[in-house]
């Protein structure tokens, strides 16, 4: 079965520290994968797209074939980071979703 | 944000009544997603549409029904509900690409409490 998965359910760091929220998916072709944050009772939004390469409030995320891995990471971290954020990949008609990570960020 | 809405935004019902969300969109997107979210689980997929009257089910469906009868709308209906259906749901929309679903967007989600 396709996964997409989150090991850390929970990430708290200080506020300029680095970050790095982990994703692996399982292994089929060439993947379609996402990042997506939820603010505090917002709703979901897309953070980031493989394929669009870009950066996004300082988050980037670079595809890693050889480990199946889409890991998300910022160099520095700001309060306003503080949200859950979701690992997905497209499967067909669906997205396979993780679990989610939910990141603090500590004064 | 994309055109979506989902109605109503909060709702309370009691266990064994019938409930119906709404979801909304104004972007023709073709693809069309129910989710519910709960502490520890993340999203679920509980059904979703690939088209009018074209419907599937996802990994939480029993218990739950949906319609498409229109391109903008889709309808999500606990049949009757039961304290396990309280979470919020969120709709999502797609218009998909050659390769997958594309970029989804989110409604601003249902908060629903089955007492």
């Known amino acids: 079965a396709q996964r997409v998965t989150q090991p850390e359910k929970l990430l708290s760091v200080f506020k300029g520290a680095p970050v790095e929220l982990k994703c692996n998916y399982s292994?089929?072709?060439?993947?379609?994968l996402f990042w997506y944050v939820q603010y505090s009772r917002q709703r979901l939004q897309l953070l980031l797209r493989?394929?669009?390469?870009?950066s996004i409030k300082g988050f980037t995320a670079d595809l890693n074939k050889g480990e199946t891995s889409f890991h998300l990471k910022k160099p520095f971290a700001q309060e306003e980071d503080s949200a859950m954020y979701y690992c997905?990949?497209?499967?067909?008609?669906?997205?396979?979703w993780g679990a989610g990570t939910k990141l603090i960020i500590k004064p | 944000d994309a055109g979506i809405t989902q109605s109503p935004r909060h709702k309370v019902t009691e266990t064994g009544t019938p409930v119906t969300l709404r979801c909304h969109q104004t972007?023709?997107?073709?693809?069309m997603y129910w989710y519910r979210q709960d502490p520890g689980h993340g999203l679920r997929l509980i059904h979703y549409?690939?088209?009018?009257?074209?419907?599937d089910k996802g990994e939480v469906s029993d218990g739950y029904s949906v319609s498409r009868s229109k391109t903008e709308d889709f309808l999500l209906t606990l049949e009757s509900a039961t304290s396990s259906q309280t979470s919020v749901y969120f709709c999502?929309?797609?218009?998909?690409?050659?390769?997958?679903?594309?970029?989804?967007?989110f409604g601003q989600g249902t908060r629903l409490t089955v007492v």
């Open positions: 999502a929309i797609s218009e998909g690409t050659g390769d997958g679903p594309g970029v989804a967007f």
């Open positions: 493989h394929i669009s390469r870009e």
């Open positions: 997905a990949r497209g499967s067909n008609y669906q997205l396979i």
């Open positions: 972007e023709n997107h073709r693809y």
């Open positions: 292994y089929s072709g060439s993947p379609e």
């Open positions: 549409s690939y088209g009018v009257k074209d419907t």
